[in-house]
């Protein structure tokens, strides 16, 4: 199984200011098709994950353009601009190139 | 707008089946991938399974002697059966619809249901 490593585990991150959060994973995550499939997640408490970038850097529907993602290979990174309160929750990364799909084991982001 | 509710018994017993249906409304359940995500209590997600509105399904090694995965599309449902539970299995299950293919991120997700394995 491809395994994906988050750091930091934690975030302490002061309104306003950026965060960012890294995802690595065992092998390759560039698809035969060209296609590398990392996405991130971000959980708010009680609540299902909601996505928020897919294919390494492509912002889904009504996420504000605060959240940007990049990377290739083996090495992510989310990178939030400007911290909100909102943002607060555990943010994962998941990979789908290889079967079986697996996440990261999470990084939880709070308000310092 | 796309809306996935998961529904099933909130209580198993060791050794039981547990069962889980997935009502997909909003939308068609045809011509996507749908899958199913476990999140033990306080713990991180784990793939169990995908189905295409097809039939065909693709399985987490780790759990796949004891899941299946099935599709009704004359009612918009999926559904998922784990055999021989544990406390291990004790999770919230999710439901969740690919966006881009069985590879691809998951844009909708039901609110999931708290599934807890006990005597």
């Known amino acids: 199984d491809i395994v994906m490593t988050q750091t930091p585990l934690s975030s302490p991150v002061t309104l306003g200011q950026p965060a960012s959060i890294s995802c690595r994973s065992s092998?390759?995550?560039?698809?035969?098709?060209?296609?590398?499939?990392l996405t991130w997640f971000q959980q708010r408490p009680g609540q299902p994950p909601r996505l928020l970038i897919y294919?390494?850097?492509n912002r889904f529907s009504g996420v504000p353009d605060r959240f940007s993602g990049s990377g290739a290979g083996t090495d992510f990174t989310l990178k939030i601009s400007r911290v909100e309160a909102e943002d607060v929750g555990v943010y994962y990364c998941?990979?789908?190139?290889?079967?079986?799909?697996?996440f990261g084991q999470g990084t939880r982001l709070e308000i310092k | 707008q796309v809306q996935l509710q998961e529904s099933g018994p909130g209580l198993v017993k060791p050794s039981e089946t547990l069962s889980l249906t997935c009502t997909v409304s909003?939308?068609?359940?045809?011509?996507?991938?749908w899958s199913w995500i476990r999140q033990p209590p306080g713990k991180g997600l784990e793939w169990i399974a995908y189905?295409?509105?097809?039939?065909?399904?693709n399985y987490n090694p780790s759990l796949k002697s004891r899941v299946t995965i099935s599709v009704d599309t004359s009612k918009n449902q999926f559904s998922l059966k784990l055999s021989s539970v544990t406390a291990a299995d004790t999770a919230v299950y999710y439901c969740?619809?690919?966006?881009?293919?069985?590879?691809?991120?998951?844009?909708?997700w039901g609110q999931g249901t708290l599934v807890t394995v006990s005597s």
């Open positions: 189905i295409y509105s097809t039939g065909s399904a």
């Open positions: 909003g939308g068609s359940i045809s011509s996507y991938y």
């Open positions: 998941m990979q789908g190139t290889h079967s079986p799909i697996t």
């Open positions: 092998q390759s995550l560039v698809h035969s098709s060209g296609n590398t499939y």
């Open positions: 969740a619809r690919h966006v881009g293919g069985g590879a691809g991120a998951y844009d909708y």
């Open positions: 294919k390494i850097s």
